[in-house]
């Protein structure tokens, strides 16, 4: 089950947003707050605000619903800042002139996921087994570039070589 926080019209350009969001995706949630309260940038606090909404409404859907959702499980499964509206800004210049420039506006989403045990495990056993096959399809690849190397032909003498025999 997924549970949903939205922010919208935040005033920060959502390129600062996102440095802040990849902080904190695929965390749980008791981690990403953590790190949220120690993060030193300004959008911090509200994306720390928006986080805890986000744990709110699991539990309150989770009373609504009569649904089993622990806490504890859940992790930030997605955390997006996508672009809002621009405000469109004008600065004095030399000479008369006037320079333009936008102010960005974010609109922050977060997704709350659950993990089951189950997929905790299938996902340890899903990284063994890939190592596994990157090591031994690593081994013959080593040995055809060492076969290859001593059946390279030698390049054709060029025609100063042949007038030097």
């Known amino acids: 089950m997924e549970f949903t926080a939205k922010l919208m019209y935040v005033r920060v350009s959502p390129q600062k947003a996102r440095l802040v969001l990849e902080l904190i995706k695929g965390r749980r949630v008791e981690e990403a707050l953590d790190t949220l309260l120690y993060t030193k940038k300004g959008i911090a606090?509200?994306?720390?605000?928006?986080?805890?909404?986000?744990?709110?409404?699991?539990?309150?859907?989770?009373?609504?619903?009569?649904?089993d959702v622990d806490v504890d499980r859940l992790?930030?499964?997605?955390a997006i800042a996508n672009d809002g509206p621009r405000l469109k800004r004008i600065r004095p210049a030399p000479m008369g002139r006037a320079f333009r420039y936008v102010r960005r506006m974010a609109h922050i989403v977060i997704v709350l996921g659950e993990r089951t045990s189950k997929s905790a495990e299938l996902k340890s056993e899903v990284k063994g087994d890939a190592g596994k096959t990157a090591v031994k399809s690593a081994k013959p690849a080593k040995a055809k570039a060492g076969a290859a190397a001593k059946n390279k032909k030698k390049p054709a003498a060029r025609n100063w070589e042949k007038a030097a025999r």
Not at 75 to 78: A, F, L, P, Q, T
């Open 45 to 67: 606090p509200q994306i720390y605000k928006l986080l805890r909404s986000a744990v709110e409404n699991a539990n309150y859907v989770s009373a609504e619903k009569g649904l």
């Open 75 to 78: 992790y930030v499964k997605r």
